[in-house]
C-alpha cells in the first residue's frame, strides 16, 4: 500500500492561521530575560563548544531524567546513531522498531549498518505491538527501539522482558517524551540508553539543533562521551573513529534556561490536553490518542484520528487553525526503505497513517483557543459527512 503524499500547506494558508500547531514566540516572551541572559553569558565567556555550560546542562539534564549520565550531542538523530554504535549494533545486525515514528529512528539504524526491522502498531493504538515482538526476533537480532511517540510512552515491561530473553539491548527513542513516566519510572531509563532530541519544537527545545543520551552505565556514557568529540580521549589522542557530534555552548545554556520550566509546561500541557478530551466527546467522528493508564504523558503532540482526514486538514487550514500529520508516511514504505527491496504490509500502521491529525497543542494555549479549534475540527467533520 502507497499512502499519497499530503499537500503542504500553502503561503496564503500559512498567512491565515491564526492558532498555530507551535508558538514559540509566545514562549519566548515568556523566559525572555532568563533567554537572553544564558547566551549573553556564553557569549562573553567565550564558551562556544563544550566547556562548562555543556557540562552544567548534562548534569541537570541527568537529575531531571534521574539518570545517572547525561551525554550532550548535536542533535536527536546522532544521539540515536551513537547510542546503536556505542552498544555495538553495526552491519549484519537487526534492530526491531516500529513503523509509525519519524524517518529518523529507522535512519539511525541504517546509518550504523544495522537493518531496521519493523513491527506494526498495537490494536487500536499508535505504539509499538510488544505482541508482535517475540516473532520478529531473529539471530541477527541486537537491539529493541521501543519509539515513545507524541509524548506517550510505550508498554516498557514486556519489552524489557523480551530483550533479558533473548539478550538484546533496549536503545528509547525519548525523542518526544521529556519527562513523561511509565509505572513511576522517567522516559530514557529503562534501558541500556535514552535518546532525546531537543529540536526547537519538543517540550525541551533549543534554538537550533541539540540533542542528549541518558545511560546508567558509567562506561558506556564514557564511550558516547568519545564517540561524540571524534573518538576523541586527549586533546590529540584518538583511540577509535567517533564523529563531531558535540553540543555547543549556547544551545546548553539555552536548554538549561528552560530546563527549570519543564516540569510546569508539561503540566500545562496535561491539562490542555484534558480540556481537548472533554471537548472532543461531544465531536463526532474524532478519536483521540491518549497514553496508557499507568503512564503520565507530556503531550508533545495531541493527535487525533478522523476520517476523511486530507480534506478536514484542509478545512481547519482555511478556517485558521494550524493543524498538522505527524507522521504521513510510515517509515516501512518510505522511498529510502523501498529502495532497498523491502516490501511489508502493515495493516494497522497504514490505516493509522491515513487518519492522524495534529492540533494546536502548547503550554500557552489558552482555553478560548483550544474551544475554537474544537469547534473548528466538529465543522469540519460535519462538512464532511454531508457530502
Given at each position: 500500500m502507497m499512502i499519497a503524499p499530503v499537500r503542504e500547506p500553502t503561503r496564503t494558508e500559512e498567512q491565515?492561521?491564526?492558532?498555530?500547531?507551535?508558538?514559540?514566540?509566545?514562549?519566548?516572551?515568556?523566559?525572555?530575560?532568563?533567554?537572553?541572559?544564558?547566551?549573553?553569558?556564553?557569549?562573553?565567556?567565550?564558551?562556544?563548544?563544550?566547556?562548562?555550560?555543556?557540562?552544567?546542562?548534562?548534569?541537570?539534564?541527568?537529575?531531571?531524567?534521574?539518570?545517572?549520565?547525561a551525554v550532550g550531542c548535536g542533535n536527536g538523530t546522532d544521539a540515536l546513531?551513537?547510542?546503536?554504535?556505542?552498544?555495538?549494533v553495526g552491519p549484519g545486525h537487526e534492530v526491531i522498531l516500529p513503523s509509525h515514528t519519524f524517518f529518523a529512528s529507522a535512519e539511525a539504524v541504517l546509518r550504523v549498518g544495522a537493518t531496521p526491522v519493523f513491527a506494526d502498531v498495537e490494536e487500536g493504538g499508535f505504539l509499538i505491538d510488544t505482541e508482535a515482538i517475540p516473532a520478529l526476533v531473529s539471530e541477527r537480532t541486537r537491539a529493541i527501539m521501543?519509539?515513545?511517540?507524541?509524548?506517550?510512552?510505550?508498554?516498557?515491561?514486556?519489552?524489557?522482558?523480551?530483550?533479558?530473553?533473548?539478550d538484546l539491548a533496549v536503545v528509547e527513542d525519548s525523542a518526544q517524551a521529556?519527562?513523561?513516566?511509565?509505572?513511576?519510572?522517567?522516559?530514557?531509563?529503562?534501558?541500556d540508553v535514552g535518546c532525546f532530541s531537543f529540536y526547537p519544537g519538543k517540550n525541551l527545545g533549543a534554538y537550533g539543533d541539540a540533542g542528549a543520551i541518558v545511560t546508567g552505565d558509567a562506561e558506556l556514557a564514557a564511550r558516547l562521551s568519545r564517540l561524540r568529540n571524534h573518538g576523541r580521549s586527549g586533546k590529540y589522542e584518538h583511540h577509535e573513529v567517533g564523529?563531531?557530534?558535540r553540543l555547543d555552548g549556547l544551545q546548553a545554556s539555552i536548554l538549561a534556561a528552560k530546563l527549570v520550566h519543564?516540569?510546569?509546561?508539561?503540566?500545562?500541557?496535561?491539562?490542555?490536553?484534558?480540556?481537548?478530551?472533554?471537548?472532543?466527546?461531544?465531536?463526532?467522528?474524532?478519536?483521540?490518542?491518549?497514553?496508557?493508564?499507568?503512564?503520565?504523558?507530556?503531550?508533545?503532540?495531541?493527535?487525533v484520528r478522523v476520517p476523511h482526514r486530507d480534506e478536514v486538514l484542509e478545512l481547519l487550514r482555511a478556517d485558521g487553525i494550524g493543524?498538522?500529520?505527524?507522521?504521513?508516511?510510515?517509515?516501512?514504505?518510505?522511498?529510502?526503505?523501498?529502495?532497498?527491496?523491502?516490501r511489508l504490509s502493515l495493516p494497522r500502521t497504514e490505516a493509522l497513517a491515513a487518519e492522524i491529525l495534529s492540533l494546536?497543542?502548547?503550554?500557552?494555549?489558552?482555553?478560548?483557543?483550544?474551544?475554537?479549534?474544537?469547534?473548528?475540527?466538529?465543522?469540519?467533520?460535519e462538512r464532511t459527512r454531508s457530502r
Amino acid at each position: 500500500m502507497m499512502i499519497a503524499p499530503v499537500r503542504e500547506p500553502t503561503r496564503t494558508e500559512e498567512q491565515t492561521v491564526q492558532i498555530p500547531l507551535v508558538d514559540l514566540k509566545a514562549q519566548y516572551a515568556s523566559i525572555q530575560a532568563e533567554i537572553d541572559a544564558a547566551v549573553a553569558a556564553v557569549i562573553s565567556d567565550t564558551a562556544f563548544v563544550g566547556g562548562r555550560y555543556v557540562a552544567a546542562f548534562e548534569q541537570a539534564f541527568a537529575g531531571f531524567c534521574e539518570a545517572p549520565h547525561a551525554v550532550g550531542c548535536g542533535n536527536g538523530t546522532d544521539a540515536l546513531e551513537l547510542a546503536l554504535e556505542a552498544l555495538g549494533v553495526g552491519p549484519g545486525h537487526e534492530v526491531i522498531l516500529p513503523s509509525h515514528t519519524f524517518f529518523a529512528s529507522a535512519e539511525a539504524v541504517l546509518r550504523v549498518g544495522a537493518t531496521p526491522v519493523f513491527a506494526d502498531v498495537e490494536e487500536g493504538g499508535f505504539l509499538i505491538d510488544t505482541e508482535a515482538i517475540p516473532a520478529l526476533v531473529s539471530e541477527r537480532t541486537r537491539a529493541i527501539m521501543p519509539v515513545h511517540l507524541y509524548g506517550h510512552l510505550c508498554d516498557m515491561d514486556p519489552i524489557l522482558e523480551i530483550a533479558r530473553d533473548h539478550d538484546l539491548a533496549v536503545v528509547e527513542d525519548s525523542a518526544q517524551a521529556h519527562g513523561a513516566r511509565y509505572r513511576g519510572r522517567p522516559a530514557g531509563t529503562m534501558g541500556d540508553v535514552g535518546c532525546f532530541s531537543f529540536y526547537p519544537g519538543k517540550n525541551l527545545g533549543a534554538y537550533g539543533d541539540a540533542g542528549a543520551i541518558v545511560t546508567g552505565d558509567a562506561e558506556l556514557a564514557a564511550r558516547l562521551s568519545r564517540l561524540r568529540n571524534h573518538g576523541r580521549s586527549g586533546k590529540y589522542e584518538h583511540h577509535e573513529v567517533g564523529v563531531n557530534s558535540r553540543l555547543d555552548g549556547l544551545q546548553a545554556s539555552i536548554l538549561a534556561a528552560k530546563l527549570v520550566h519543564l516540569h510546569d509546561w508539561n503540566r500545562r500541557r496535561r491539562a490542555a490536553a484534558a480540556r481537548y478530551d472533554r471537548l472532543l466527546e461531544g465531536v463526532e467522528g474524532a478519536r483521540a490518542l491518549t497514553g496508557r493508564p499507568e503512564t503520565e504523558s507530556v503531550y508533545h503532540l495531541y493527535v487525533v484520528r478522523v476520517p476523511h482526514r486530507d480534506e478536514v486538514l484542509e478545512l481547519l487550514r482555511a478556517d485558521g487553525i494550524g493543524a498538522g500529520i505527524h507522521y504521513p508516511v510510515p517509515c516501512h514504505l518510505q522511498p529510502a526503505i523501498l529502495k532497498t527491496g523491502s516490501r511489508l504490509s502493515l495493516p494497522r500502521t497504514e490505516a493509522l497513517a491515513a487518519e492522524i491529525l495534529s492540533l494546536p497543542l502548547y503550554p500557552e494555549i489558552t482555553p478560548e483557543q483550544i474551544d475554537r479549534v474544537t469547534g473548528s475540527l466538529d465543522r469540519a467533520l460535519e462538512r464532511t459527512r454531508s457530502r
